[in-house]
């Protein structure tokens, strides 16, 4: 820096007005500084930086653009390579009824949810059947967010003398936005044999949101707890409330857009007939599950849900599902299968297509295991073999089979084939 040059700044910091001529700055000419044009003098520094700010965000947003226009290349797998894995079935945290998943359970307020949700935690933790059905043990978080610990503590008193130390409540929790998701992740590092989850209700840990496409905000909440399920394995069950509006699909009447029915993996509506009565209906749907409809009864002594049109175990196959009471009757009749699920629904003759047939008996091994029926899929060449076996698990059994060829089984609409 030249004499000329230092001055000019020295000058310029003072406030001095004398006018100092700078000769050779950046091959821009003689500049002249003075006290009044100090401001102009930052402010041009100050534009100066600031382009140059815009240009290197610039030049980064263009790094950016390229990165996205390289997506990551799809991972796919062959039906070849998928027949041939060997997965793990579908957990079901109790049979028939509560699959692994994200499901929302509705139902109007005060109708008896809490109550079916904490008998349904108490069976789980204790490895007790509901409603007939065995469940599986394990540990459950209940996220009680509208209740007290002492009404908790009053409603387990009348449900049960014992004092389970696998269940595990709490009163608080944070939103989805606001971390209710890493509250979950943690818990089920810390116990590692969580089995289901209850969140009593789904409106205390969602956002007010200013998003005009409710839709698309619905299904991404219900997206980022459904991500926990399938990544851990878990149930989680979602209490949640139904609209005012009556519906000929109860589906529809859950509070909310499709985005949440449609996210999750499985739908319960319970519907009361009236306010006093005791008696309601429960509704299910679900991916990995029957669609049923079950008759249900409040017992206030007990005080608990009671189902009164479904029994247990084989009753309940020759009740609700004809498919698989002619599988009964016939391998029971027949004693042993072996073949395809094309051969075996010629056999049962209901017009159940092949693949619905085998999808069915592969959900249901080990209910029919518990009546004696042992299901095996050995593979030959390009095809899968189905290869059921009764093996008696007592006496009764022969009673029974009389009672299980007497029942007439109607005739079933064809379905196509998957595979033509």
């Avoid at 009680?144 to 449900?159: G, P, Q, V, W």
């Avoid at 109860?250 to 509506?269: E, K, R």
């Avoid at 004693?335 to 049962?348: D, R, S, V, Y």
Wanted: with cysteine; glycine share 6%; net charge neutral.
């Amino acid at each position: 820096m030249s004499w000329r040059q230092a001055l000019a700044v020295r000058n310029l910091t003072r406030g001095n007005t004398k006018r100092i001529p700078l000769m050779n700055v950046n091959s821009f000419g003689e500049f002249f500084f003075v006290r009044h044009y100090k401001n102009i003098f930052y402010q041009s520094m100050a534009a100066f930086d600031f382009f140059n700010i815009l240009f290197l965000k610039s030049r980064k947003g263009e790094k950016n653009k390229e990165a996205i226009a390289m997506p990551k290349k799809l991972e796919t797998v062959t039906g070849e390579a998928l027949m041939n894995m060997d997965l793990p079935p579908i957990r079901m945290i109790v049979h028939n009824l509560l699959p692994q998943g994200l499901h929302i359970l509705a139902g109007a307020p005060k109708v008896g949810k809490s109550w079916l949700t904490l008998l349904l935690a108490l069976k789980v933790v204790s490895g007790e059947p509901f409603w007939g059905q065995p469940t599986e043990k394990g540990s459950v978080l209940y996220l009680c967010l509208e209740d007290s610990l002492a009404r908790i503590k009053s409603r387990m008193l009348d449900l049960t003398d014992i004092a389970p130390a696998n269940i595990h409540f709490a009163t608080v929790a944070e939103t989805i936005n606001g971390g209710v998701v890493d509250q979950i992740k943690e818990f089920i590092a810390e116990v590692p044999d969580l089995t289901m989850i209850v969140i009593d209700t789904l409106q205390c840990i969602r956002n007010v949101s200013g998003d005009t496409n409710a839709y698309a905000n619905d299904y991404r909440d219900i997206k980022r707890l459904k991500h926990i399920t399938d990544s851990k394995n878990i149930a989680i069950l979602l209490v949640h409330h139904v609209r005012k509006q009556n519906d000929s699909d109860p589906f529809n009447m859950i509070s909310g857009t499709t985005g949440l029915t449609g996210a999750v993996d499985g739908s319960y509506v319970l519907v009361k007939e009236s306010r006093s009565s005791c008696s309601a209906k429960l509704f299910v749907t679900g991916r990995d599950i029957e669609d049923m409809e079950y008759m249900l009864e409040f017992d206030k002594d007990s005080p608990v849900w009671n189902v009164v049109s479904c029994g247990s175990g084989e009753e309940f196959y020759l009740h609700n599902d004809k498919i698989l009471a002619a599988v009964i009757a016939y391998i029971k009749s027949e004693q042993t299968f072996a073949g395809t699920a094309t051969e075996l629904a010629e056999k049962i003759k209901i017009g159940i297509s092949p693949n619905v047939l085998a999808k069915k008996i592969h959900q249901n091994e080990t209910s029919l295991k518990e009546i004696g029926i042992i299901v095996e899929t050995p593979r030959t060449g390009l095809s899968r073999m189905l290869r059921l076996t009764y093996v008696p698990l007592n006496d009764d059994d022969d009673d029974n089979d009389s009672k299980i060829e007497s029942n007439s089984v109607p005739d079933l609409p064809s379905q196509p084939s998957l595979l033509s």
